[in-house]
Antibody, heavy 119, light 108 residues
């Protein structure tokens, strides 16, 4: 049974880069047909798809965040990562790492990690 | 950018049927998934491919699709079903994934 766990700083200063890592257990980031994804949710607001990296290494990002986002995979560590540059208070949210499957569904979610952008 | 539209709230009495809709221009060609999120918890996948139910999801949760609107139906609503529900799909190209605004289900 695949499990995901987010890790990274809970506090990031404005204009800096937010960096989070997701460790995959019970499965492999090299599994075919999986989209390793990041989702975020500001307090009291909707879920927002940030982007994903496919098994082949190709990436897709939310157009509204594309200029600031990088998602990568480290197969040796069975992890995938998120980097979001030039953060502002608007990037304060709970960040989830998620496994996406074909037909746009996300079946395994991490517990989420809260990231606050503040000086 | 592509958007999915959900009603902000739906209220229903215990034992009744709740229906939550999700509308989007690309839905005739793209599948929809539904998620349940309770306060302080990560979302849980309820429905995928418009109407498929993952193992472990109660049969009272079902999905249907008609044109540009998909519907999540919860039959025999229970108090524990009170939560936020999100639809999710992709734009017409399948490149950009998107969530609806969420619907808060209140069990009266």
């Amino acid at each position: 049974q695949v499990q995901l766990q987010e890790s990274g700083p809970g506090l990031v200063k404005p204009s800096q880069t937010l960096s989070l890592t997701c460790t995959v257990s019970g499965g492999s980031v090299s599994s075919a047909s999986d989209y390793w994804s990041w989702i975020r949710q500001p307090a009291g607001k909707r879920l927002e798809w940030i982007g994903h990296i496919y098994t082949s290494g190709s990436t897709n990002y939310n157009p509204s965040l594309k200029s600031r986002v990088t998602i990568s995979v480290d197969m040796s560590k069975n992890q995938f990562s998120l980097k979001l540059s030039s953060v502002t208070a608007a990037d304060t949210a709970v960040y989830y790492c998620v496994r996406g499957r074909n037909y746009y569904n996300m079946d395994v979610w991490g517990q989420g990690t809260t990231v606050t952008v503040s000086s | 950018s592509y958007e999915l539209t959900q009603p902000p709230s739906v209220s229903v009495s215990p034992g009744q049927t709740a229906r939550i809709t999700c509308s989007g221009d690309a839905l005739p060609k793209q599948y929809v998934s539904w998620y349940q999120q309770k306060p302080g918890q990560a979302p849980v996948l309820l429905i995928y491919k418009d109407s498929e139910r993952p193992s472990g999801i109660p049969e009272r949760f079902s999905g249907s699709s008609s044109g540009t609107t998909v519907t999540l139906t919860i039959s025999g609503v229970q108090a524990e079903d009170e939560a936020d529900y999100y639809c999710q799909s992709a734009d017409s190209s399948g490149t950009d994934w998107v969530f609806g605004g969420g619907t808060k289900l209140t069990v009266l």
